[in-house]
């Protein structure tokens, strides 16, 4: 194993001009691809809403729910930063309810650092964690979290001047996230050149999905660039396999082996045999003195 991803080696990785990797896992398998493939981050997103619970946004997702994946996902994972994301509500409502929140994700859940979505809101919250060594990850732009607010999953900061998604307030998002102690910042679904610009701007690494190629990392959703997910397919998702179509014939195969009696075959069979095939096949193991029954 390559030595172990931490949050300063994600500083070093922008300064040195080293791409940053990242995708999302939800379970133990999962985990384990995304961490021998070579992933320096992996995420716990509160998309496993939609993308494991069939949900249609992310905001019914509880804290519970996001550490039960992440215990998973830690077994599973060896060398990636381990980020875990904050669901809606367990961070908003008051700065204690995020330290103790966040403080479980890191206690129960194994993480080392969370994700929050927010900018100039977030502020304080983000300072407040910091300020007892949890690392803080921000996520700006379109924050899914708002969906209400955005009218939907919308690109922000393509206009100027007034108006609720405007360039300004990305561009101010981010820099009060970097000056409130964030590591990292995710930019979701703004311009390519406002992303190139933050990018530039900030000394902390911008991590794009639907951001453009400038950012200093990407982020991809695992469902989504391995064709697992049959809902909305966003302009900037790309999927590199069909896994899902992969899985579905190779189940549609099995249901019909076992229908047309070829499933299982003779090979695929225990057989009555001598106690030298029996030992064979299964070990010492097998061979149980049954109890005395008096
Ligand atoms: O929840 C999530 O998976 C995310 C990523 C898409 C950045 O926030």
Redesign the pocket.
Known sequence: MERKVTVPDLQRMKEAGTKITAL?AYDFPFAQIVDQAGADVI?V????GMVVQGLDT?LPVTLDEIIYHCRMVARGRKRALLVG?MPFLSYQVSREDALRNAGRLIKEGACEAV?L?GGIPMADTIRALTSVDIPVMA?IGLT?QSVHRMGGHKVQGRKRGRGPGQRERVLADAMAVEEAGAFAV?L?GIPLDLAEEITLRLTIPT?G?GAGVHCDGQ???YHDLLGLYDGHKAKFVRQYADIGAQMKSAIEKYLSEVRDGSFPNDGESFHMGTAEDVKRLYGDAVVVPMPKVN
């Open positions: 999302t995420l997103g509160d998309t496993l992310t994301d994700k979505e996520h899914p995710v979701e991590i999905i982020v991809l959703v």
